[in-house]
């Protein structure tokens, strides 16, 4: 069973508009709740990351949006750029685990000029 | 560059042979992590060692194996291939065993592997 939900699956935004990319959880163990951004033929990398004693956290134009008791988290990118078309992936890993993240199946971002 | 380092790139093989892919983690990192990607799994974890011992498995398949050397080398070692096992394998690596804050794992740039 997918323990991870993300959407959407693709994602088209104008230079300058808001990304926003969901994610679902259905374990309340997960404690670890980090974004990744792969671009093609590269590696993921972490973005950024949250867990689950505040509701928000801020990085720049990336934003994680945290609500615990809807099992939800979202991605925010604020004035989207070009450059920020990629793959990005959220994850989650449960807490007193070694660290094998489980991740979504991705939203391919593309930001058009 | 995230400082982890995978040979080879890419790899085409025929099926039921044997592969190894090779993994150098980050200087100081002491844990290492391999993953598979592939368009209908995603990215799955498949096993993390820590210091030369195995700490965790997950999805990896009883024809993959892997070990880390006294130099925190690592190497996965697929055999019996079919053409399902084609996909990016990715290692990656931290400095600790676990994901707590500052212990960020760090992915190499992958060995795609082509079963034919």
């Not at chain 2, 993953?35 to 990896?60: C, H, P, T, V, W």
Request: glycine fraction near 10%; proline fraction near 4%; charge should be neutral.
């Amino acid at each position: 069973q997918q323990q991870v939900k993300q959407s959407p699956q693709s994602l088209i935004v104008q230079k300058g508009g808001i990304s926003i990319i969901n994610c679902a959880y259905e374990n309340t163990a997960f404690d670890y709740f980090p974004w990744y951004q792969q671009f093609p033929g590269k590696g993921p990398a972490l973005l950024i990351a949250i867990r689950p004693d505040v509701s928000e956290k801020k990085e720049g134009r990336f934003t994680i949006s945290f609500n615990k008791s809807a099992k939800q988290f979202s991605l925010h990118i604020m004035d989207s750029q070009p450059g920020d078309s990629a793959t990005y992936f959220c994850a989650v890993q449960r807490g007193g685990s070694q660290g094998n993240l489980i991740f979504g199946k991705g939203t391919k971002l593309s930001v058009k000029p | 560059d995230s400082g982890v380092t995978q040979t080879p790139k890419h790899l085409i093989t025929a099926t039921g042979q044997r592969v190894t892919l090779r993994c150098s983690p980050r200087s100081g990192d002491l844990s290492v992590y391999w993953y598979q990607q592939s368009l209908d799994q995603g990215l799955q974890f498949l096993i993390q060692y820590y210091n030369g011992e195995e700490r965790a498995k997950g999805n990896i398949l009883e024809r993959f194996s892997a070990q880390q050397f006294p130099d925190l080398h690592s190497e996965l070692n697929l055999s019996s291939l079919e053409l399902g096992d084609s996909a990016l394998y990715f290692c990656a690596s931290s400095v600790d065993w676990g994901l707590s804050s500052g212990n960020t794992i760090y992915f190499g740039e992958g060995s795609w592997l082509t079963v034919v």
